[in-house]
């Protein structure tokens, strides 16, 4: 960016405020390059600023303590023009309720993303008044609140433009008298649907089934047995082009229903080891546009050369594929290399069987590879040696404890590919090995993420992190307690007894 | 053979420019699409010296464009250079006085060409960054037409309750408080980085009422604006 001091501020003539010459639009396009703080402190510049900023201000982020009530009239006259609001409260305090979240919809008829967090005081009430003041909503992301399915049901059937929705750890969804909830007036808006850590989250079926222009679907850590329905969606659901499921109960009978998704492009399956080869085959076999794949295998070995082997024949477009606790060879490796000349990003983490055979491999036959990433891998220096005339696109790689890759290497190989970028970090003495692999999705922060490493690709959506509090004790204690979970949860999977959340 | 338009500035002087050119100009398009560029289109709000840059801009970037195309055509992937390039050309080009740069606003405003207007406004952007108001009122010559009671009421702001005060405060700086206050109850909201927060301070409690940042900020502000004995 062009230093200040490069503009010359000595004008030729009395010194003027050139400001003052534009219009009203212009001072807001301006506005619209400056973070918070910056806008904060414009607005406080003089009269017509405090007003052009006010008027222009469409994202607004506020702490929503039961005290917001009182502010909530007052702020929304100075800021009349939100679109984009979240709404956010901690744990221990009290939130806003129903009076509030009314007077704030209210305030806000434009308003087209509303974000909630905590707010556990809010009932279907104020749901009910926020779907009827603000009928243009498009986007609804939820957390840790308690209005139940009613709540969400209103929301739905208020806001025809609905078109992304996002339910994380709703409480009331198993009531007696929560029914079904269908998707309402935004039956042909919804996009994309996000459900996270819900007890009875099957509620929502007919949501997901009667949206025939959803492309994405989104399921983590939902109690109960989701194989049943994705066999009931899947007819509902055609033009899916978009699938997460992680640590859910779904085995390869659900990965069969979601064959019938031709459209299918993009598809994660974390930890979910009821999945095995046979069923990512019957997949891979009838969605032949897949082009990025994330498979956390959690170590169980249940997916590994024989399922990568079958995307490799049936999958030709696939340009990223990123697997994590799994063990593929030069067998699939090789075959994949082969067939799918479009893979420009390879991410392995935490494979046994990545040795310097399989990275001689990728490096001899991946022709369009531009990133690669090896995390706790058993290649060493020999094997990444390939690298200095493999991949010709090559980029960028990223090797990160790899006990066999010694700095020295890595120094000798920059210098002989001078335009790759090389990444090294060590194993570090602290962190215990398993931690990064158990790392995703356990930390208690309401950041959805998958190893850090896959940042490296760039292709993972991260959701965007809340107003920078970032909390990391509490981090850690959430992945502590998060870790203990899910080891029991997998004993329980792996041991075939009965889900104790069978409703 | 290349359509050649006519471009008057308010200053006489006439610009014969490229059909392909003029048209990064929405409004000079919307003109010629609707046949009322035959003699030569005014533009009476545009100086001369303004209107030959922005003839430079949008020339350089048809150019680009059309680079790019002839590059996709044949397949050839490396635009990077390309973009920096042209990069660099964009931040020279803003390097001029501020007189000339919001002339260029008002022009690329006028003339509705987005990516002009963007560039000049992410430049001005620039030069607000991390400033002050009083800085940036320095920077651009802006005189500040708050009267010392409506920057502190911007600052204070009472909302009558019921039988207590409630205050409404917007404070920008972080202080750090000295002593605790002998305070009434209040309601502050406060702006960090991010958002407001709400908190409350029962009488005679400390900070640790509130939660979060800013808690100094209210206190020392109440104490600053008396409004605390």
């Known amino acids: ?503 | 053979m290349a359509e050649k338009i006519i471009l008057k500035s308010s200053d006489g002087e006439v610009f014969e420019v490229e059909e392909t050119v003029a048209m990064e100009s929405q409004t000079i398009k919307h003109m010629i699409e609707d046949d009322c560029a035959g003699n030569g289109i005014p533009l009476p709000n545009v100086t001369s010296k303004i209107l030959s840059k922005v003839i430079e801009y949008c020339k350089r970037h048809v150019e680009a464009s059309a680079a790019a195309a002839s590059k996709y055509a044949a397949e050839d992937s490396s635009s990077k250079p390309a973009d920096n390039e042209l990069k660099a050309w964009d931040e020279e080009f803003v390097r001029v006085d501020q007189a000339t740069l919001f002339d260029l606003i008002l022009a690329a405003n006028y003339l509705n060409i987005k990516g002009l207007l963007d560039l000049t406004c992410q430049t001005v952007a620039d030069m607000i960054k991390g400033k002050t108001p009083e800085e940036i009122r320095k920077t651009f010559n802006i005189k500040n037409d708050f009267t010392p009671e409506e920057e502190d009421e911007m600052k204070v702001r009472l909302i009558s309750g019921k039988s207590t005060k409630h205050i409404a405060v917007v404070w920008q700086s972080v202080v750090k408080a000295t002593e605790p206050p002998t305070c009434m109850r209040l309601v502050f909201v406060m702006e960090n980085g991010n958002g407001w927060l709400p908190a409350v301070v029962t009488s005679g409690s400390r900070a640790s009422a509130f939660g979060g940042l800013g808690e100094y900020n209210c206190l020392r502000c109440c104490l600053a604006y008396g409004l605390l004995r």
């Open chain 1, 1 to 503: 960016m062009i230093p200040a001091a490069a503009i010359s501020t000595a004008s030729t003539g009395p010194a003027r405020d050139h400001t003052a010459d534009l219009p009203d639009e212009c001072l807001a396009l301006i506005f619209q390059s400056l973070g918070s703080g910056d806008r904060k402190r414009c607005s406080l510049v003089c009269r017509r600023w405090l007003a052009v900023e006010g008027q222009s201000r469409h994202r607004l982020a506020l702490d929503a303590r039961a005290a917001l009530l009182e502010a909530a009239a007052v702020l929304f006259t100075r800021y009349d023009a939100v679109s984009k609001l979240a709404l956010k409260c901690d744990r221990r305090s009290d939130s806003i309720g129903d009076e509030a979240l009314a007077l704030i919809s209210l305030r806000c008829p434009n308003l087209t993303r509303l974000k909630l967090r905590a707010c556990r005081a809010i009932t279907e009430c104020g749901m009910a008044a926020l779907a009827k003041h603000c009928p243009n909503l498009r986007k609804l992301s939820c957390g840790s609140c308690t209005f139940g399915a009613k709540g969400v049901e209103v929301v739905l059937r208020g806001c025809a433009l609905l078109e992304e929705l996002s339910i994380k750890r709703l409480r009331g969804l198993s009531d007696a008298s929560a029914d079904p909830v269908g998707p309402g007036a935004a039956a042909a808006s919804l996009r994309s649907v996000c459900l996270k850590e819900l007890y009875n989250g099957q509620c929502f079926a007919p949501l997901i089934a009667g949206s025939p222009n959803l492309k994405i679907l989104k399921l983590f850590r939902c109690s109960g047995d989701w194989d049943r329905l994705l066999e009931a969606i899947a007819d509902g659901v055609p033009g899916i082009v978009e699938i997460h499921l992680e640590k859910l109960q779904v085995s390869d009978r659900g990965l069969a229903a979601l064959s019938s998704c031709a459209d299918l492009e993009v598809l994660h399956l974390v930890k979910t080891p009821e999945c095995t080869d046979a069923g990512l085959a019957t997949l891979a076999d009838k969605c032949r546009l897949l082009r990025k794949i994330h498979i956390d295998g959690w170590k169980t070995n249940r997916i590994g050369d024989e399922g990568l082997m079958a995307v490799a024949r049936r999958c030709p477009n696939l340009q990223e594929l990123v697997l994590i606790g799994v063990n593929p060879t030069t067998l699939s490796l090789g075959l994949i290399a082969s067939n799918c000349r479009n893979l420009e990003r390879l991410a392995l983490c935490g494979s046994e069987t990545f040795g310097d055979a399989e990275m001689s491999c990728i490096a001899a036959k991946c022709v369009a590879l531009k990133k690669l990433c090896i995390k706790g891998c058993p290649v060493s220096d020999q094997g990444m040696e390939a690298l200095v005339e493999g991949c010709p696109k090559l980029v960028k790689v990223k090797v990160k404890k790899c006990r066999g890759v010694t700095p020295e290497f890595v120094d000798w190989l920059r210098g002989s590919r001078a335009t790759l970028a090389v990444n090294l970090d060590l194993v570090s003495e602290i962190e215990q090995p398993d931690a990064t692999l158990s790392e995703s999705g356990i930390l208690d922060n309401g950041n959805e993420q998958l190893p850090a490493m896959v940042d490296q690709i760039g292709s993972v959506e991260l959701p965007s992190s809340s107003n920078g509090r970032s909390c990391p004790w509490r981090a850690r204690m959430g992945f502590l307690a998060g870790r203990n979970f899910f080891a029991s949860t997998f004993r329980r999977w792996s041991h075939g007894s009965s889900n104790p959340h069978h409703s």
